[in-house]
């Protein structure tokens, strides 16, 4: 059996890492890499397992039709969609006086918009044999987050997406799961705490993997779910002045 699954995001960060970690799993043959940056797609490809069928497609999801006519190629290609995994997102962090009209729509057209017309799409290719969804939502999404806010909420829309679109596509045989990481070490990151030690933080092959055990046969009971990722990091402690 192959299966085709497509990975959004995936030219850095949280979604290179998914789709290396993926990438190793027997049963997935095709991927299907998005974002808007053909380089750092090809970098990813060069990390994966070479012996997958990998094509990568450098658009923008804000560009809506444009994505309808790359699903469609795709579905018509290979027949079936198995797995999509919606990682693309967008931050930048502002207060409720500082948000332009503009900035919130911007966060709302990559983090919600574009999710949900590529996810509609492809249930259109997944719902005669089944499949996977995997959004990735943020701890942003389901706790207080004072300066954070068109962010914050449009990851909370993110975990009610799922959450219904778990239970509105189990006829199909479909499942949906949601992840929502803590702190990890990526450019995003880097935009919401610019002075934080990246080492001292979650890393992206750790949410990587934690997707590669959610989608395989052990994650059979933890669909329609919001599941948090966050590794404690042990701090290194300078050993105490003695006195003499
Ligand atoms: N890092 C964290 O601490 C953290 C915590 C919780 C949740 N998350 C979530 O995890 C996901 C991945 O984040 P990350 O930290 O890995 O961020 P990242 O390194 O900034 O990666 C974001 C990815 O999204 C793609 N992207 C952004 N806008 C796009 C658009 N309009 N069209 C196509 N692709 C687009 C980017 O590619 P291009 O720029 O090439 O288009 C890139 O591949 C995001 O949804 C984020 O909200 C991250």
Known sequence: MTKTCIITGA??????????SLSYEEDV???ILISRTETGLVETALLMNREKNIHCYALDLGNYSEVREMISEIGEKY??????INVAGYANPQSLLETSIEEWEKT????????????????????????????????????ARPGWLAYASSKAALISISQTLSEELAGYGILV????????????????APDEDPSTIMQ????????????????????????????????????????S
Do not use: W
Not at 11 to 20: P, Q
Not at 177 to 185: F, L, V
């Open 11 to 20: 030219s850095r960060g949280i979604g290179r890492a998914i789709a290396v």
């Open 29 to 31: 043959t095709n991927f």
């Open 79 to 84: 027949g079936a969609i198995d797995m999509l």
């Open 108 to 143: 709302y057209q990559v983090n919600v918009h574009s999710l949900f017309n590529i996810t509609k799409e492809a249930v259109k290719y997944m719902k005669q044999s089944g499949g996977k969804i995997l959004n990735v939502a943020s701890t942003a999404g389901s706790s």
């Open 177 to 192: 799961y949601c992840i929502s990481p803590g702190r990890c070490a990526t450019e995003l990151r880097r935009i919401l």
């Open 204 to 243: 992206p092959e750790h949410v990587g993997e934690v997707v590669q055990q959610l989608l395989s046969d052990n994650g059979v009971c933890l669909d329609g779910q919001n599941i948090v990722v966050r590794k404690q990091v042990q701090q290194v402690k300078s050993p105490s002045k003695q006195t």
